[in-house]
T-cell receptor, first 114, second 113 residues
């Protein structure tokens, strides 16, 4: 009965390839996020979508393109992968309307670019 | 933008002792301060949070204090247990449409049996 799920859990690919990570939440939340966690464990927001609309884009290269087909899904597509993209990517969701601040995180996708 | 600093980066305590992790933030508009616990191979999980209209909040063995004037907040864990070993993150945000969290750098807590 997973609240926020991501696929795949591990992704190993070569430089220059294009890859996607999928995220789904079954909590009925109106806002979803992507975070990047680097090798030093530092967590940084990448994108935030509220009701399928982009709210935050934190200086992320335009090789990264989030897509929200509906409120329950927020996918991350990455073009022309670079070594520096290697990290763990976390999807999260929250219910912003109604002033509930808690963000629920998925299990993460470990991306390794070789 | 917001900047959150967290100390210490690692903390080792004996089982049963208390642990304290401290964070400072830069943006006085921030009004929400959650603490997350991240176990190995898992996503962060909220353990406690505090809003700017409250100075202290407690939930069993964990408590958080907030000093808005000094712009710092702390996590206190009492009677630590080995299962408390994890990486802990503080964060700060202000209520806007995106609810953007800015995280501290994390504290690796090790509780020795």
């Amino acid at each position: 009965d997973t609240a926020v799920s991501q696929t795949p859990k591990y992704l190993v690919t070569q430089m220059g390839n294009d890859k996607s990570i999928k995220c789904e939440q079954n909590l009925g939340h109106d806002t979803m996020y992507w975070y990047k966690q680097d090798s030093k464990k530092f967590l940084k927001i990448m994108f935030s979508y509220n009701n399928k609309e982009l709210i935050i884009n934190e200086t992320v290269p335009n090789r990264f393109s989030p897509k929200s087909p509906d409120k329950a899904h927020l996918n991350l597509h990455i073009n022309s992968l670079e070594l520096g993209d290697s990290a763990v990517y976390f999807c999260a969701s929250s219910q912003v309307q109604g002033m509930s601040y808690e963000q629920y995180f998925g299990p993460g996708t470990r991306l390794t670019v070789t | 933008g917001e900047n959150v600093e967290q100390h210490p980066s690692t903390l080792s305590v004996q089982e049963g002792d208390s642990a304290v992790i401290k964070c400072t933030y830069s943006d006085s508009a921030s009004n929400y301060f959650p603490w997350y616990k991240q176990e190995l191979g898992k996503g962060p999980q909220l353990i406690i949070d505090i809003r700017s209209n409250v100075g202290e909040k407690k939930d069993q063995r964990i408590a958080v204090t907030l000093n808005k004037t000094a712009k710092h907040f702390s996590l206190h864990i009492t009677e630590t247990q080995p299962e408390d070993s994890a990486v802990y993150f503080c964060a700060a945000s202000y209520n806007n449409a995106g609810n953007m969290l800015t995280f501290g750098g994390g504290t690796r807590l090790m509780v020795k049996p």
